[in-house]
């Protein structure tokens, strides 16, 4: 389902994963398990996930989102003065890795996790390398001290948590929530890439449904559930 009048490939909506995702924020991180006057956030979409989160936690700082995407861009910024937001929640039609970022020690997103060879894709925006992992390798990368990101069980789940406990990063706490296939992992191009990465045993899901899992990785390592994180993922 998409949202606009704009062509069909330009704003991308999933109430599912959108509800989820919201959920894992106010859950993971912003039910008292933050202390920060900021948070930034990459590809904020339709801005819809943080504002539910806002309007139902007490969670009282500066959420800074970046969205490429002049559609989205529109759309969320009107919710945002519709819901009385806009000294909480600031989009910016920007590129997030190209733009200055404002100081924060907490970075959240929803990143593109399709894994297909190119990004001739029904929704291009969501390609995330061969592996799914490419963009959320990229974010855990830029040493931001906790790190909230939904991670896809057909998205080589295993070599994410790996490479992050290589950044320093260990599991502080996850919640994870089974999906059916939407279109846009659906398609063939895509549907043949988990395929494949199946036979490697880099995707882990069923011809119907796939495990999503909101993560909160944190440099504060007290305790690490990456062990169990994996169990859970390749469970299906």
Not at 3 to 21: A, G, M
Not at 120 to 146: A, F, M, N
Not at 199 to 207: D, K, L, M, P, V
């Amino acid at each position: 389902m998409l949202v606009s009048s704009s062509p069909l490939r330009e704003v991308f909506f999933c109430p599912e994963e959108s509800n989820f995702y919201s959920y894992c924020l106010e859950t993971l991180l912003l039910n008292g398990f933050i202390d920060a006057e900021a948070i930034v956030e990459f590809g904020s979409g339709d801005g819809n996930p943080v504002i539910k989160s806002l309007l139902r936690t007490d969670f009282d700082g500066v959420i800074h989102g970046f969205e490429l995407n002049s559609s989205a861009y529109e759309i969320a910024t009107a919710k945002i003065r519709e819901y009385g937001l806009s000294k909480r929640y600031f989009i910016h039609n920007a590129s997030f890795f190209d733009s200055p970022r404002p100081q924060a020690t907490a970075l959240i997103s929803n990143p593109p996790y399709l894994p297909a060879w190119d990004n001739d894709l029904y929704q291009p925006l969501l390609h995330g390398g061969t592996d799914g992992i490419t963009v959320t390798k990229r974010l855990l990368s830029l040493d931001y001290e906790e790190v909230l990101v939904m991670v896809s069980s057909y998205s080589n789940p295993q070599g994410l948590i790996e490479f992050a406990i290589e950044k320093g990063y260990c599991v502080a706490n996850f919640l994870v929530s089974p999906l059916p296939y939407g279109y846009y992992s659906s398609e063939p191009k895509v549907r043949n890439r988990i395929a494949e990465l199946k036979s490697q045993n880099q995707a882990f899901c069923s011809e119907q449904m796939y495990l999503l899992a909101g993560v909160l990785f944190t440099q504060r390592c007290e305790h690490d559930l990456s062990e169990e994180l994996v169990r859970v993922m390749t469970a299906l």
